[in-house]
């Protein structure tokens, strides 16, 4: 069983920076980070595989930058330049087998985390 635990979610305004962290134990080779805002479908946000190919959303390119800690079983992601849209709960998922591109985000993942929230006021 893999259990998965965010944490470094919070509120800042447009234009600001947040990093969430999961920390992942068990087997956990592909990893992702998913949001879902008040009314809204959730949406798959990066996903990276254990050899590091990493795939972002599009609305996320550019702003975000994702990071794995393959040795401590870890994700980390780098929120840069958020804009009021990014406002969501955002989960860690992760899946023990490889990442299955490139529809990996219409999935259903086999572990998901609580959840962290993030707002961006404008």
């Known amino acids: 069983q893999v259990q998965l635990q965010e944490s470094g979610g919070g509120s800042v305004q447009s234009g600001g920076s947040l990093k969430l962290s999961c920390a992942a134990s068990?087997?956990?080779?592909?990893m992702a980070w998913f949001r879902q805002a008040p009314g809204k479908e959730r949406e798959g946000v990066v996903a990276?595989?254990?050899?590091?190919?990493?795939v972002y959303q599009n609305s996320v390119t550019g702003r975000f930058t994702l990071s794995r800690d393959n040795a401590k079983n870890t994700l980390h992601l780098q929120m840069d330049s958020l804009k009021p849209e990014d406002t969501a709960i955002y989960y860690c998922?992760?899946?023990?087998?490889?990442?299955?591109?490139?529809?990996?985000?219409?999935?259903?993942?086999?572990?998901r985390g609580q959840g962290t929230q993030v707002t961006v006021s404008s």
């Open positions: 068990g087997d956990t080779r592909c």
């Open positions: 998922a992760a899946d023990p087998h490889p990442c299955r591109w490139p529809n990996w985000y219409s999935y259903d993942w086999n572990y």
């Open positions: 990276v595989d254990v050899d590091g190919i990493t």
